[in-house]
């Protein structure tokens, strides 16, 4: 007991450090297998339009079925991944795989085909110098038309690399591809970067909306966004909408999509289906 050596409050901290080091070590283990064992997944979630209520494209969610610890969220091993660099091959396998969750939908004749599928670019993934031949060469192998992809990236991928974002992004864009700007308005000041870029949409972060109607800073932050985007010409998707009152502040001030609990969560692909019917 650290109390007995004289209440040396470190002796406590050794062991529950070295205990996180390990569950740190065993997860990038897992993780470096799971890829190759089948255990990553994409979730699909609704987008859905504000006025009409009707789905416009889904975003693909990464989950992890770890046979011990159960389905894991992207929050709890994204950043191992990062930091690893396993996000390089995980991402790319999350564009194959939505592409090819793409073709499979097409290929339901009974349906209508789902207009657009959003996915996430980590910073990692998006500064690799090939990233836009990488993307090329999953859309063609695939034959998904460009135009169905939508790149999620956040503030901080463009402002780390400003030159490098704008070129990468024209020249997806030129072949059709389409960005917008994940979790807006959390990490920068500078909006200097929107005029320059041809991303199409402002997806509103969920902390901001969580409180609205009844804080006025969130309030304001989210009149602002949406004004903001209305000017820039850019279309504003507001995420994790989970009450009807707060459907109703965003569908009234603009606000053209949303996801979020009070419509969907993220679900399996065969749920998702279910759910377009
Ligand atoms: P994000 O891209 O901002 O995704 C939105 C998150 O909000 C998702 O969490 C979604 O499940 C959750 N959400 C949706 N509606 C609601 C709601 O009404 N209430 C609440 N409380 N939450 C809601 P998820 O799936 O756990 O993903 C977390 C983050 O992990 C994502 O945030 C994204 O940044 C990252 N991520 C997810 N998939 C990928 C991926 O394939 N690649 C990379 N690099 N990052 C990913
Ligand atoms: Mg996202
Ligand atoms: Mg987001
Ligand atoms: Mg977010």
Redesign the pocket.
Known sequence: EAKDRGGNAFHFYVPSLQAAADLRLQMENDLRSALENGELV??Y?PQVDSERNQVLGA?????WEHPGHGLT???DF?HI??ETGL?LA??EW?IREACRQIRAWDGESSRRPLPQVS????PR?FRQPDFVQRVKGILAETGVSPGRIVL?L?ERILLEDMEGAAERIRELQAIGARFCI??FGMGYSSLAYLKNLPVEAL?I??SFV?DIPTDPNDVAIVETIIAMAWRFGLKVIA????TEEQLHFLAARGCDAY????HS??MPAVEFERHLG
Do not use: F
């Not at 975003?59 to 989950?63: C, F, K, N, Q, S």
């Not at 996801?259 to 009070?262: A, R, S, V």
């Open positions: 994409l979730y979630q975003e693909a969610l990464l989950r969220h992207p929050d994204i991944a990062e996000i995980i991402g999350v996915v996430n670019v980590s993934q999620e956040t994940d979790d997806k972060d969920r969580r995420e994790g909408v989970e996801q979020g609990h009070l969560h993220a």
